[in-house]
């Protein structure tokens, strides 16, 4: 099983730029697709945006232009670059592992004046 641990986050003014990180364990992480969900209060959990195993990604319409997916496979690690923050883009983020069903332990991220 793939364990996946999530750093960053936190509270970021509009406009302002945050990078989310997500550590996998084992040794299968570069064959892996890799997503990235968030949830605002009160709604469903969106996907935001994924990267297959040879680099494909793939962004919901709302982030698009702002936000970018990349990994990095020689330290287990999908990365998600957040620009031009938005008070919408408020929610938890968590990472996923499409093909083994594994999720982080999400973290929280703030935009706000």
């Known amino acids: 099983q793939v364990q996946l641990v999530q750093s960053g986050g936190g509270l970021v003014q509009p406009g302002g730029s945050l990078r989310l990180s997500c550590a996998a364990s084992?040794?299968?992480?570069?064959?892996?697709?890799m997503a990235w969900y968030r949830q605002a209060p009160g709604k469903l959990r969106d996907l935001v945006s994924s990267?297959?195993?040879?680099?494909?990604?793939y962004y919901a319409d709302s982030v698009k232009g702002r936000f970018t997916i990349s990994r990095e496979n020689a330290k287990n690690t999908v990365y998600l670059q957040m620009n031009s923050l938005k008070p919408e883009d408020t929610a938890l983020y968590y990472c996923?592992?499409?093909?083994?069903?594994?999720w982080g332990q999400g973290t929280q991220v703030t935009v706000s004046s």
């Open positions: 084992g040794s299968i992480f570069s064959k892996l697709a």
């Open positions: 996923n592992a499409l093909q083994t069903g594994s």
């Open positions: 990267i297959t195993s040879v680099g494909s990604t």
